[in-house]
């Protein structure tokens, strides 16, 4: 239905038998519960409880879709400096009982509590995100949202693509950056690989708009292919798939598992 290369398995998520259990789950139901849990806690501003989730989705990502500690290290750093931000912001601009001065900012212990609370719980949505993007394959998330989730061929179509130009990014911007130290003569004689990438503003917003503009095109070369194929002109009864898509036993374990964590963490909260 679309280009061949989407259809491809997506170089960052598991295999199902890597990843034992949350391969087994359904796209659509692990990413109901993704977007879910940050819901349900949005007034949750205790930083214990939110702690106890972060390191258990931290060790039910690293298990559930074995993703490497290593990895799972570094995918949290853009979420970790955001929250450290959270922290900062909140601290000093919070009412509260003042506990320290900070360049002539009072730190109240109101604005530490939230902040940090804010802060774990954005580490928390990004551990959610890894390990959904670790464990989920785009031709699986495309069928499922199609027929669990009776979303419309296009939309659905429209995330697999999104899908997919997220998994290709990285080595996208890694090719940009290399081919601009080629071509400003960055290289020298240390090879390719050898040579220290320029971390100069001006570089990396170059590399960056290059990587926009090279992304949208991308999504309209694959818009427009997906569009020449007849894509939404068949009723969703008579259109077949590739691969059918069910909810079984282990959706309901994990939304049970989910579950549990989540109201435990508001019962403590609570108290």
Do not use: K
Not at 80 to 99: E, I, M
């Amino acid at each position: 239905m679309g280009a061949a290369a989407s259809l491809a398995p997506s170089p960052l998520a598991s295999s199902a038998h890597a990843s034992p259990v949350l391969a087994r789950c359904d796209p659509s139901v692990l990413l109901a519960v993704v977007v879910a849990v940050p819901l349900v806690l949005v007034r949750t501003y205790e930083p214990v409880p939110l702690l106890a989730l972060w390191a258990g989705a931290l060790l039910a990502v690293r298990v559930a879709a074995q993703v490497p500690w290593r990895r799972l290290t570094l995918a949290q750093l853009p979420f970790l400096s955001f929250g450290l931000s959270l922290v900062v912001v909140n601290a000093v601009t919070r009412p509260g009982t003042p506990v320290a001065s900070w360049w002539g900012l009072e730190v109240t212990d109101t604005g530490l509590r939230m902040g940090l609370a804010l802060a774990v719980r954005t580490m928390l949505i990004g551990t959610c995100a890894i390990g959904f993007l670790a464990a989920v394959r785009p031709d699986r998330l495309l069928s499922s949202l199609h027929q669990v989730a009776r979303l419309p061929v296009r939309i659905t179509a429209a995330f697999l693509a999104a899908h997919r130009l997220l998994d290709d990014l990285p080595e996208e911007w890694l090719t940009i950056r290399r081919a601009h130290a080629v071509r400003h003569g960055l290289v020298g004689g240390q090879g390719r690989h050898g040579a220290q990438l320029s971390r100069r503003p001006t570089d990396l917003a170059r590399a960056a708009f290059v990587l926009l503009v090279t992304s949208i095109r991308r999504a309209e070369r694959i818009a427009i292919s997906l569009e020449s194929r007849g894509l939404g002109a068949l009723d969703r009864r008579t259109r077949t798939v590739w691969h059918p898509a069910a909810v079984g036993r282990a959706d309901l374990v994990l939304v049970t598992v989910a579950g549990a964590a989540v109201a435990a963490a508001l019962a403590v909260a609570a108290a």
